[in-house]
């Protein structure tokens, strides 16, 4: 670490890392009811409506409310306490969803750990953004947003591993679910990563003598509806096509190849880890080159999520191993470029001070639009419209086909407005 002026210390390229390996576990424990859904279903007899509920608004319930408030405030606190508390509260709450034995338990525990991870991403992007050199602020972004896709492949693999390991009727303390020591075994590494959040930050905090508040955010929102307003909007329909692929994916995989949960949970994550890294890498190069052109998201967007609709149809006739491989790169890689576009998009449309709590409002924003309908109205549409071992997967294809629509004429609509509001922002910070 180095220090600015005013003596607070700064973050540097190891410290992102670091950052990126705490989002990259929380996104581990956020997922494993996406790498469960198998077990969960058959041991709660839950309907793809409940899955899709356990994953998506049992999450976001209390996760939003204190979004806005880390983003509000919560960048002002010295982040060691703030990030390595929170590492340290989820990682009891994934621990209590181990073993929760009613789907109510279930619920509760996904409350817990969206509550406890609401404060995570938006300090620690208040953070990076604070540090990052202007020409690499795409990039410093895309290392952290990247340890949050992978974060689903290593839930995955590690999820995958995990159950194939403990399907031979291991650890009877358990119940003899496997799923259950799986869970238990993924929160482990956290351990480490608590101590490390709290060593490595201590004493890091960007300076609070100029930042504004969440009403100021909100304020610039409503002022700017044409700028600010359709690039929501384009973002949170880019998340929820995300994040009904990252929910569903294994659970696709398991119906329509017939492969076992285990293995479907590797597939998946072995693809994941290759394609959220280059999704999300190429599209923070191509946002840098975009940004200091002074064009704006709407390209690299539409190109990630055109490569997202094509392997969301593909997946929805896909009956073999390899076909679902094909699909599942084209989905993560295309949906994590266009993710990435559009929080390094949301950047240059706010002066510095206002960065942290606009960072949270659209933090919680993409993540009820995302998270808190893209599984369950996955879910829906599998219930209601499909049925049959491929009825998940068109159910998907038809949720992400109408989300990417809508963000594209969104982020279209909206790249004149973008253009001109982050000139003026320039222009102002410049005077």
Same mark, same amino acid.
């Given at each position: ?10 973050? #540097? ?5 670091? *950052? ?8 581990? #424990? ?17 309907? #793809? ?7 998506? %608004? ?9 979004? *806005? ?122 351990? +480490?990563?608590?101590?490390?959040? $709290? ?14 508040? +969440? ?102 006739? $896909? ?29 240059? *449309?706010? %002066? ?14 993409? !993540?009820?639009?995302? +998270? ?33 629509? *809508? ?17 003026? !922002? ?6």
């Amino acid at each position: 670490m180095t220090s600015r002026p005013d003596q607070y210390p700064v973050l #540097d390229v190891s410290g992102v890392a670091l *950052l990126a390996a705490g989002h990259f576990m929380a996104f581990v #424990d956020r997922a494993v009811p996406s790498v469960y859904a198998p077990a969960l279903k058959a041991q709660f007899h839950l309907t #793809d409506t409940q899955l899709g509920a356990l994953q998506g %608004p049992a999450f976001v319930a209390l996760y939003v409310a204190a979004t *806005l408030l880390a983003g509000h405030r919560g960048h002002r606190l010295p982040a060691a306490p703030l990030l390595a508390g929170a590492a340290a509260l989820w990682t009891a709450a994934t621990a209590a969803l181990a073993f929760a034995q009613t789907y109510e338990g279930l619920l509760a525990a996904r409350l817990v750990l969206g509550f406890a991870q609401a404060a995570f991403a938006p300090a620690a992007l208040a953070l990076i953004v604070a540090a990052a050199p202007p020409e690499r602020l795409s990039r410093w972004v895309s290392m952290f947003t990247s340890g949050s896709s992978m974060g689903r492949s290593g839930a995955l693999l590690a999820g995958g591993l995990a159950l194939g390991a403990f399907s031979g009727g291991l650890l009877s303390a358990f119940g003899h679910a496997p799923w259950r020591a799986a869970i238990v075994l993924l929160t482990l590494p956290n351990l +480490l990563l608590v101590a490390l959040l $709290a060593w490595r930050l201590r004493g890091l905090r960007p300076s609070p003598s100029d930042d504004q508040g +969440l009403g100021n955010a909100i304020a610039r929102l409503a002022a700017r509806p044409a700028g600010l307003g359709l690039h929501f909007l384009a973002s949170g329909c880019v998340i929820l096509a995300v994040q009904a692929a990252a929910a569903w994916a294994p659970s696709i995989v398991n119906r329509a190849c017939g492969l076992p949960a285990a293995a479907s949970a590797l597939l998946a994550g072995a693809v994941v880890l290759v394609a959220a890294p280059s999704g999300h890498l190429a599209a923070g190069w191509l946002m840098d080159r975009r940004l200091r052109a002074g064009g704006g998201p709407v390209l690299v967007l539409a190109g990630g999520l055109a490569l997202a609709v094509l392997g969301a149809v593909l997946l929805a006739g $896909a009956s073999t191993p390899a076909v679902a491989a094909a699909a599942l790169f084209l989905i993560t890689a295309g949906g994590g470029g266009a993710a990435l576009a559009a929080l390094a998009g949301l950047q240059p *449309l706010s %002066p510095s001070p206002l960065r942290p709590p606009m960072n949270g409002l659209y933090l919680a924003f993409v !993540t009820v639009a995302g +998270l808190g309908f893209g599984p369950l109205l996955t879910g829906v549409v599998s219930d209601r419209l499909f049925a049959g071992p491929h009825g998940l997967a068109m159910a998907l294809a038809l949720v992400t086909t109408l989300a990417a629509a *809508l963000a594209a004429l969104a982020a279209a609509l909206g790249a004149r407005p973008w253009r001109r509001l982050a000139r003026e !922002t320039l222009e102002t910070a410049s005077a």
